[in-house]
């Protein structure tokens, strides 16, 4: 069976300052990894992934993520926050298992960027 | 380049009755997963289609069933509906051939059972 856990209900940070959003995953064989984001009243948007490679995956809006694997951790980052990047963020990971690729999310970590 | 789309928006139903949400995937997906999100919580699986076939389906009961049409829209029904059931239902697509390629998602349905 596959988990994740992102251990912070909510993260706060000051517009500038860089951000942390932590995710550690349990799978029983390879990782592929992701983080989603959520604003208010709206679907899942995609920020980036982790399937083989780099460690360190970059994604769009700024974000990256670094997988570490002996962590079993992929936590996301960005170098300095903005106040628009406040919204409800989800570490998701997904194995290949009958040809399919279902997604097994956390429980999300509301980002709250202040001025 | 029409991203999901998902219809209705929102839908209120009594306990017992029996509902079906539609999904459009986005332009040139072939593969259509359906996520329940509860308040306050990440989406749960419930099922795939791929092929206008049920591929993998999460921890979900029978109650809950769905359809892919030849042109990969698909169909969530749930059956007997209980208050629990109230969530936001998301559709998300993605293309077969891409290994492990992201899923895209629509804005959900959200479904409120009194």
């Known amino acids: 069976a596959q988990s994740v856990a992102q251990p912070e209900d909510q993260v706060n940070v000051a517009e500038g300052n860089p951000l942390t959003v932590k995710c550690t995953y349990s799978?029983?064989?390879?990782?592929?990894l992701f983080w989603y984001v959520q604003y208010p009243n709206r679907g899942l948007q995609f920020l980036l992934k982790?399937?083989?490679?780099?460690?360190l995956v970059k994604g769009s809006y700024g974000f990256e993520a670094e997988f570490n694997k002996s962590q079993t951790s992929f936590h996301l980052k960005k170098p300095s926050a903005l106040v628009s990047d406040s919204a409800l963020y989800f570490c998701a990971v997904s194995v290949r298992e009958g040809g399919g690729n279902k997604l097994t999310f956390g429980t999300g970590t509301q980002l709250k960027v202040e001025l | 380049d029409a991203g999901v789309t998902q219809s209705p928006t929102h839908l209120i139903k009594t306990r017992g009755q029996q509902v079906t949400l539609r999904c459009s995937p986005k332009s040139g997906h072939d593969t259509v997963s359906w996520y329940q999100q509860a308040l306050g919580q990440g989406p749960q699986f419930i099922f795939q289609?791929?092929?206008?076939?049920?591929?993998q389906r999460g921890n979900f009961p029978d109650r809950f069933s769905g359809h892919q049409f030849p042109n990969y829209s698909s169909e969530l029904n749930v059956n007997a509906l209980l208050l629990g059931d109230s969530a936001l239902y998301l559709c998300?697509?993605?293309?077969?051939?891409?290994?492990?390629?992201?899923?895209?998602f629509g804005p959900g349905t959200r479904l409120t059972v009194t």
């Open positions: 998300a697509s993605s293309l077969a051939g891409v290994v492990l390629g992201e899923q895209y």
């Open positions: 799978v029983s064989g390879n990782p592929y």
């Open positions: 982790y399937i083989t490679g780099d460690n």
């Open positions: 289609y791929y092929e206008e076939e049920e591929r």
